[in-house]
């Protein structure tokens, strides 16, 4: 009974392929993010999706794109993958992003490393 | 632009009591959490203040002055378990976290 699942939990790449990774939420929560967490353990919001709409597009890379199939799931597809794009990266997901107390909850996170 | 300043690294001896202190300065304020992540894990929510004082909550406590742009998240009776990083984000006017780079608390018997 997992709240935010992700998977898989470790990808290990060839720089130049197209990768996916996988979130899926069962909290019933109306909003979903994409985080990234570098080496230096900054936490970066990509994404985030409020019921099924993109509301927050932060200035990454267009080789990312999240794809939400319904509110429970926000996809993040990466393309040409580089070196730069290792990192850890989690999914999150909270009741209503207008709802400022709403306590963000975090999957497992995915290990990216690029060869 | 905006940002987040905590210290890097804390180092705390277990029994004692550590003070975390976070400063902000973000394009409006809707309010702050704290969160705890233990190295190789998810974040996990410890406290959100959104008025000035103190909110105690068991063995932390995290307190909130929106006039000086500061907060800290003060633990008291450390045990070994809380050796994680801590990590200050503030909610903007866009309602987007902004996240600190969080500091590193050492834990030592």
């Known amino acids: 009974d997992t709240a935010v699942s992700q998977t898989p939990k470790y990808l290990v790449t060839q720089m130049g392929n197209d990768k996916s990774i996988k979130c899926e939420q069962n909290l019933g929560h109306d909003t979903m993010y994409w985080y990234k967490q570098d080496s230096k353990k900054f936490l970066k919001i990509m994404f985030s999706?409020?019921?099924?709409?993109?509301?927050i597009n932060e200035t990454v890379p267009n080789r990312f794109s999240p794809k939400s199939p319904d509110k429970a799931h926000l996809n993040l597809h990466i393309n040409s993958l580089e070196l730069g794009d290792s990192a850890v990266y989690f999914c999150a997901s909270s009741q209503d992003i207008t709802e400022t107390s709403e306590t963000q909850y975090f999957g497992p996170g995915t290990r990216l490393l690029v060869l | 632009g905006q940002n987040i300043d905590q210290p890097t690294e804390m180092t705390a001896t277990e029994g004692a009591i550590v003070q975390i202190n976070c400063t902000y300065q973000?394009?409006?304020?809707?309010?702050l959490f704290w969160y705890q992540q233990h190295a190789g894990e998810a974040p996990t929510f410890l406290s959100y203040n959104v008025l000035d004082g103190l909110e105690e909550k068991g063995r932390f406590s995290s307190f909130l002055s929106r006039s000086k742009g500061y907060s800290y998240l003060l633990l008291k009776e450390l045990q070994m378990k809380d050796s994680a990083s801590y990590l200050c984000?503030?909610?903007?006017?866009?309602?987007?976290?902004?996240w600190g780079a969080g500091t590193k608390l050492i834990i030592k018997p």
């Open positions: 973000t394009s409006g304020f809707n309010g």
């Open positions: 984000a503030v909610v903007d006017s866009n309602y987007q976290l902004i």
């Open positions: 999706y409020n019921n099924k709409e993109l509301i």
